[in-house]
Nanobody, 121 residues
Framework: QVQLVESGGGSVQAGGSLRLSCAAS????????MGWFRQAPGKEREGIAVINSDGSTRYADSVKGRFTISRDNAKNTVYLQMNSLKPEDTAMYYC???????????????WGQGTQVTVSS
């Protein structure tokens, strides 16, 4: 059974930091593209960060310079370090996996249930 479970969300003040974790089971993350997405009320889902099997990364302009995605294949876990948080970062954050080594165009095959991040001004 493939499963992704996010954790680490919560409420913080603007300028604060959070680290989200995504624990995977049922497959080895080493061979997968992994990504983080978010969705705020009334808005479409936004891809914010991806990491390829080789460790290379790409970020949305909205989070570039503030967020860092990383992976620990031994722990089968992917992380999202979020610094300098802004109220507009408030959203439900989702972890996703694509069963390819590289994060080219295409759908993600597995999704977590999400973890809420709320940033107050």
């Amino acid at each position: 059974q493939v499963q992704l479970v996010e954790s680490g969300g919560g409420s913080v003040q603007a300028g604060g930091s959070l680290r989200l974790s995504c624990a995977a089971s049922g497959f080895s993350t080493s061979n997968y593209c992994m990504g983080w997405f978010r969705q705020a009320p009334g808005k479409e889902r936004e891809g914010i960060a991806v990491i390829n099997s080789d460790g290379s990364t790409r970020y949305a302009d909205s989070v570039k310079g503030r967020f860092t995605i990383s992976r620990d294949n031994a722990k089968n876990t992917v992380y999202l370090q979020m610094n300098s948080l802004k109220p507009e970062d408030t959203a439900m954050y989702y972890c996703a996996a694509r069963r390819f080594r590289y994060c080219g165009g295409g759908e993600y095959n597995y999704w977590g249930q999400g973890t809420q991040v709320t940033v107050s001004s």
